[in-house]
Every structure is written in C-alpha cells, then in structure tokens.
C-alpha cells in the first residue's frame, strides 16, 4: 500500500513555510473499535531508519515513533499534551497543542490529517500540519 506524507512547517508567522513530501510503501489496518492504525518506515535500511506507528480512534491521533528520534505522542484537539524524545543528543521535553484534526476513508484509501503548535524544551518551533494518505493497492 502507498503512503503519501505531506508535512506543512511554519516556524514564523510571515514566512514562507517548509513543505515536506514523501511517498512510502506500508499497512493499514481498521481494528473493530474503530482505531485503524498505519505503519511505515522511512529511510528503510539505513542507520537512519524510523518505524513509525499511527494509531487514529474518533478524536485523538498517537503517533509512535522508533529510530535515531523516537517517542510516542498523542494529538488531541483543544488539549497540551506532553511527552519525552529520546534523540542521540540525550532526552528533551516535547509539548504539542492540537489545533485540529480529521480522518476519512473510502474504498480504496484514506487521509488522517491534523495540525499543531510544537515546544521542545522552551523553545517554540512554529505550527506544523500533517497529511497522511493512503491508497490501497488494486
């Protein structure tokens, strides 16, 4: 199954914002409860490589994440909700604010999108949107 990522950065208001696409091969599956989870790896192979797990229930979005950065945070609109990253530089704290969030899915795909403002530390580093979409192979 394809997996397109669109990653929306905008550090300061005024500025142009970074736009980051990638296209990754990975699974979806839809769990009874409702939760439908989407799992990838980017930089496959290498000593950079991150398996990533997205696990989306009605309202909120966890999104865990295994490799050189790793940890496991929860999106959840109108909330602060912080957690720890584990990077070879040592541990910091991440906090993001959601902003908002949905999910849809079709026949043959899908799209979880959300955005959020992201502290690490003490240092605000802007509003970021994110867009995963899937298609199912034929």
């Known amino acids: 199954m ?3 990522i669109q990653s929306v950065i ?3 208001a ?9 296209d990754l091969v990975g699974k979806f599956e839809a769990k009874a409860n409702g939760e439908w989870t989407l799992k990838y790896k980017e930089h496959e192979g290498t000593v950079e490589e991150v398996f990533t797990s997205v696990r989306s229930h009605q309202d909120h979005v966890t999104i865990s994440r295994q490799g050189p950065v790793s940890y496991r945070q929860t999106y959840w609109p109108g909330k602060k909700v912080e957690s720890i990253v584990h990077t070879p530089a040592g541990k910091t704290e991440m906090e993001v604010k959601t902003l908002s969030y949905r999910r849809g899915r079709a026949e043959t ?17 802007g509003k970021y949107q994110l867009s ?6 034929e």
């Open 2 to 4: 394809k997996i397109h």
């Open 109 to 125: 795909g899908g799209e979880i999108a959300f955005s959020f403002e992201l502290t690490m530390g003490t240092q605000e580093l």
């Open 10 to 12: 905008q550090q300061e």
């Open 132 to 137: 995963l979409k899937w298609m199912e192979d």
């Open 14 to 22: 005024g500025q142009e914002p970074e736009v980051i696409e990638q």
